[in-house]
T-cell receptor, first 110, second 117 residues
Framework: QKEVEQNSGPLSVPEGAIASLNCTYSDRGSQSFFWYRQYSGKSPELIMFIYSNGDKEDGRFTAQLNKASQYVSLLIRDSQPSDSATYLC??????????FGTGTRLLVSP | SAVISQKPSRDICQRGTSLTIQCQVDSQVTMMFWYRQQPGQSLTLIATANQGSEATYESGFVIDKFPISRPNLTFSTLTVSNLSPEDSSIYLCSTLPPGQGFNYGYTFGSGTRLTVV
């Protein structure tokens, strides 16, 4: 079992819709969780981090964490074509390192 | 947050040669990290570099193949040695923003796209 799993996609949504991206992790001791966005040919950029169970909102983005289910999600409201990218889930299992999932490619059509 | 300048942005190298990648941070940082992103894959941590000590390598990565230098708190290099086509990847350096805890996540350099022919 991979440490961090994501559906590779592509996830296709129309402009204005809600995009829901999901991630599961295997290490119950994981402490913090991150969502990165990576445009093609570019380096990852941090969108959000979360370390407490529940929801965390920042603008159009909401991260959700359920440690009991070992599940992290990212919701993007009012999706825009500029949101089209690969979204990487990353988990801190401790020791100040991050383990990344393989990413979900999101396509937002006008 | 920290800004990382990484170079070269891309290179094409002959097999058997080496490539050294440089990362310069605009502020002093304790830890720097080197990642590899193979085509269509996610990021895999190669090693963690602290100033003044040997780098710590992840399973599957060895110092002879990926020597790292960390001469000061703003600079690090990664060398990929004895290149083979399997080394064709994007290599990224990253660090933690100074003055912020780990929970604020990593900042990444712009990446080096290496093609081995």
């Amino acid at each position: 079992q991979k440490e961090v799993e994501q559906n590779s996609g592509p996830l296709s949504v129309p402009e204005g819709a809600i995009a829901s991206l999901n991630c599961t992790y295997s290490d119950r001791g994981s402490q913090s969780f991150f969502w990165y966005r990576q445009y093609s040919g570019k380096s990852p950029e941090l969108i959000m981090f979360i370390y407490s169970n529940g929801d965390k909102e920042d603008g159009r983005f909401t991260a959700q964490l359920n440690k009991a289910s070992q599940y992290v999600s990212l919701l993007i409201r009012d999706s825009q074509p500029s949101d089209s990218a690969t979204y990487l889930c990353a988990v801190n299992p401790g020791f100040q390192k991050l383990v990344f999932g393989t990413g979900t490619r999101l396509l937002v059509s006008p | 947050s920290a800004v990382i300048s990484q170079k070269p942005s891309r290179d094409i190298c002959q097999r058997g040669t080496s490539l050294t990648i440089q990362c310069q941070v605009d502020s002093q940082v304790t830890m720097m990290f080197w990642y590899r992103q193979q085509p269509g894959q996610s990021l895999t941590l190669i090693a963690t570099a602290n100033q003044g000590s040997e780098a710590t390598y992840e399973s599957g990565f060895v110092i002879d193949k990926f020597p790292i230098s960390r001469p000061n708190l703003t600079f690090s290099t990664l060398t990929v040695s004895n290149l083979s086509p399997e080394d064709s990847s994007i290599y990224l350096c990253s660090t933690l923003p100074p003055g912020q805890g780990f929970n604020y996540g990593y900042t990444f350099g712009s990446g080096t796209r290496l093609t081995v022919v």
